[in-house]
């Protein structure tokens, strides 16, 4: 399939510049063909339960995965669904020339690769309909978490960082701290003293010193 020759929107069966093994289906390594991506990046979205119930795949020959035509080409289908979530690159998405050069030119942060930086753009985007809108999938801090191990960076401080400044480099979403990181946890004297459960614990030990001060008084 090449982009030269689709004048829609979406690419369609007729587009596609192989045989598939199957009438009706198409396994794994013909939707990498498809969605211009490895197979290992498929199967990943799969573990990272990235792929909504009804873009999950079925089992055909000796288990093999494979997605109905409507699962990929249809109107919920796997192409729809990644140009919705923007998970890029993709011949549907820009031309071949303009592809390799956003590629080319992709500052990502050390040792990670484009196929991780999509599963935490996805992670990192909110919700644009339903019940969690504006909600993001995933707070900032599930992703350092999630995804430090796999990179080379010696602090969750400095990954942290390098993918703020990424996502802010490509105008990409990013959810907000939902708590500091590299501050200390004690409170000053003023917050312990505003804290609904020391002002609490103080009233009822005030009280205690009142009642036994009330008690050593009346037996003097």
Known sequence: MT???????FPTEADEDFTPR?????????????VHR?????????????????????????????????????????LRWMKANDIRPG??????????????????????????????RYWARSFKSGAKKGQHRRSREWI????FDQTTYTSKKNFERALVSYFASQDWEFPPPTRARGTSARMTPA???????????????????????????GKK
């Open 3 to 9: 982009s030269a020759t689709i004048t829609h929107e």
């Open 91 to 120: 011949a549907y998405l820009t031309s071949p020339e303009s592809e390799a050069k956003h590629i080319e030119h992709m500052r990502r942060p050390r040792g990670m690769k484009v196929d991780m930086l999509e599963e935490i």
């Open 38 to 78: 490895k197979p290992d990046t498929i199967r990943k979205w799969q573990r990272a339960n990235m792929l909504p119930k009804h873009l999950l795949p079925k089992r055909g020959t000796r288990e093999w995965r494979y997605w109905t035509v409507s699962q990929v080409y249809g109107p919920r289908g796997i």
């Open 191 to 217: 917050q312990i003293k505003r804290h609904p459960e020391i002002r609490r614990a103080t009233r009822d030990v005030n009280r205690v010193i009142r009642i036994v001060d009330k008690k050593l008084k």
């Open 144 to 147: 350092v978490d999630r995804y």
């Open 22 to 34: 199957e009438e009706g289906r198409r396994y794994i390594d013909e939707l990498a063909k498809i």
